[in-house]
């Protein structure tokens, strides 16, 4: 890992322990491959952080945003990989667009035979673009089950039980383990993922028994922050990190499948609470949710985080920590294609999954996000005390804590990302 010649960092090796330190930040994408293990104790991680001692600014201007080198069979099975996610999320929605023409076929059967007008003279392009879709899918599907997941299970000494567990022991719910499958860690590296943090989210300084929330925004298309799922079971306490989604996405063929495996929960107010106060774990939310899709801009960033404060009243309830999280380049990996009359958009929010278009790399529709990086910021926690039945006030208190925790985390963050000038604006 390359040190920073500045003044103000300097390598964790040497000051780790120095009370000076005020932000840690660690290469993930550029973590050796053997140390990316289940069973790699994370002061070997925190042997490749860089620190800085500058409170106020953080990490020196443009030393947050830089593309890391990428090696070509990683390369290739994320362009394949992340295509066939971001397809599998849409795909049931579009197929049941394509039969929809069957379907009131079946239902106008008469009105059809009366006037001598076939399905296929009624929607001719119809069925081909069932074959394209399904032939697109098969395509993809192929080269990463048949290709790339032999190649990387492989080279990262993986393998999948008949559960479809990663390396599973004998437990049949091994989480932990299995968030550290291939597609996600290559992610890491395809989006040069990096995490900063604060010294009062540092190991030496937490309560490795505490289970945290952590609340990330923005949403964007894809979050590809929350992807590198080791980190948030692993750098800050020791506790598993479940991850949360919309209850529709958990019943997608397959993608809900796999979401389950490495420990997703649906983004309810009894699976969160369960999780927290009975399992003692973490738990991390998407706070904007898909509202957060539709705001892109060049000159700021959106948060639609006025009205979630559904997410203050669960850490009041459990007396949890709230951690803002924010995701410099979420908003800039894709382009989302809004129709004029908001109505993709209303969908969407209101089934809680994507229904909009997106172009990615190279204007590939559904396709792999541009190469930018991704720099995932905590700021300092929000403390909550356990209150069971907490009052409207109280939640606005710590509602507005949370936000302005988030202002600052932006702030001390966005020089170093290359977005000096750039704001932060809630809605």
Known sequence: MPSTT?????????????????????????????????????????????????????????????????????????LVGISLYMWMNVLPFFLMLLVLPVLLGVTCYHYFVDNDVTITTLFPRAKLMILVVLGYTAILVFLETMVFQPLFQRKYKQNIDKEGFLNSSSSDKDYRRNQYVFTERNTTKYMSTTFVWPKSMHLSNN?????????????????????????????????LCRWTTAPVVLKIPIVGYLLSKIGYIPAKAPSILEALTKRDENVGIILDGIAGMFHQSATH???????????????????????????????????????????????????????????GRWGWLLGPPRRVPTTV????????????DPTQEQINQYHEQ????????????????GWKEKTLKFV
């Open 301 to 359: 960033e959106t948060a639609y985080l006025k009205q979630r404060k559904g997410i203050v009243k669960i850490a009041l309830k459990a007396g949890v920590p709230l951690v803002p999280v924010y995701g410099f380049g979420h908003t800039a990996a894709y382009t989302v294609l809004v129709d004029p009359f908001g109505i993709l958009q209303r969908l969407s929010n209101a089934l809680q999954t994507s229904l909009t278009p997106f172009l």
């Open 6 to 78: 500045t003044s103000s960092t300097v390598s964790t090796g040497t000051s780790s322990n120095k009370t000076n330190v005020e932000f840690y930040k660690l290469r993930v994408g550029l973590l050796p491959d053997e140390l990316y293990r289940p069973d790699v104790p994370v002061e070997k991680w925190l042997e490749h952080c860089e620190v800085t001692t500058n409170a106020k600014e953080g990490f020196p201007p443009h030393s947050l945003c830089t593309v890391d080198a990428l090696e070509w069979d990683v390369h290739l099975e994320r």
């Open 207 to 239: 309560n490795k028994d505490t289970p945290v929330l952590f609340c990330i925004v923005p949403h964007g298309v894809a979050p590809f922050g929350i992807t590198a799922y080791p980190v948030w079971s692993k750098l800050w306490n020791s506790n």
């Open 377 to 388: 910021c905590l700021g300092n926690p929000v403390i909550c005390p356990k209150i069971d």
């Open 402 to 417: 949370l936000l302005e925790n988030y202002r600052q985390v932006f702030e001390q963050h966005k020089a170093a990302y």
